[in-house]
């Protein structure tokens, strides 16, 4: 199947900062990509639809100015969380969607811990 | 609108028992159904998927079939292994969007 990867895998930082998540998918081309949060033991929150040479679609509730998403090729998407504070401490995960198989690929996941 | 609803687990079977994990949905229009597995350490893969009503998804010896008269996407598997111990997501794809909403997952634990 396809692979989507992600980076970093884990990262820390201190409160305040802002973190940058890569997504890319390897050998095909996606002009959407998707970006989920997942807490523990519970399931995946679709926090934005991120569509290539246009701005990301946020979903009820997502701050757009705090998770701020682009996607500048058609394999590469970010997701930046600025000024994180320990409640954006989670596990991120996003997804490539394959348009011709109309198939979703995700990534391994970035662990966001914020202290 | 659009939701998922998984039963809760975790589900622990010996191997070779048989698995059933239910999933119900509501939607508006025609969604497509999937199944996706998280192995411990690992990012979801699909498992299987249907897009419209009657059609049987089915890999590596899962399988559910999309019933609308019900809204169940249940997953099936006559003999589990321990090498499927694994969390389960039922999710579904509102019909013209491209955007999955996932169940609350099933962790399937499969003993020796």
């Known amino acids: 199947g396809a692979v989507v990867s992600q980076h970093p895998s884990w990262v820390i930082c201190k409160s305040g900062t802002s973190v940058k998540i890569e997504c890319r998918s390897l050998?095909?081309?996606?002009?959407?990509m998707f970006w989920y949060r997942q807490f523990p033991k519970q399931s995946l929150m679709l926090m934005a639809t991120?569509?290539?040479?246009?701005?990301?679609?946020?979903e009820q509730g997502v701050e757009k100015d705090k998770f701020l998403i682009n996607h500048a090729s058609l394999t590469l998407s970010t997701l930046t969380v600025t000024s994180a504070h320990p409640e954006d401490s989670s596990f991120y995960i996003c997804?490539?969607?394959?348009?011709?198989?109309?198939?979703?690929?995700f990534g391994p996941g970035t662990r966001l811990t914020v202290l | 609108g659009n939701s998922v609803t998984q039963m809760e687990g975790p589900v622990t079977l010996s191997e070779e028992a048989f698995l059933t994990i239910n999933c119900t949905y509501t939607a508006t229009g025609y969604p497509s159904l999937f199944w996706y597995v998280q192995y411990p350490g690992e990012g979801l893969q699909l498992l299987l998927k249907?897009?419209?009503?009657?059609d049987k998804g089915s890999n590596k010896g899962f399988e559910a079939t999309y019933r609308k008269e019900t809204t169940s996407f249940h997953l099936e598997k006559g003999s589990v292994q321990v090498s499927d111990s694994a969390v389960y997501f039922c999710?579904?794809?509102?019909?013209?969007?491209?955007?999955?909403?996932f169940g609350a997952g099933t962790r399937l634990a499969v003993h020796p």
């Open positions: 249907a897009t419209k009503a009657d």
């Open positions: 991120s569509n290539e040479g246009s701005k990301a679609t946020y």
């Open positions: 999710a579904l794809s509102p019909g013209g969007y491209n955007k999955l909403i």
């Open positions: 997804s490539a969607l394959d348009s011709p198989t109309d198939t979703q690929y």
């Open positions: 050998d095909f081309q996606a002009t959407t």
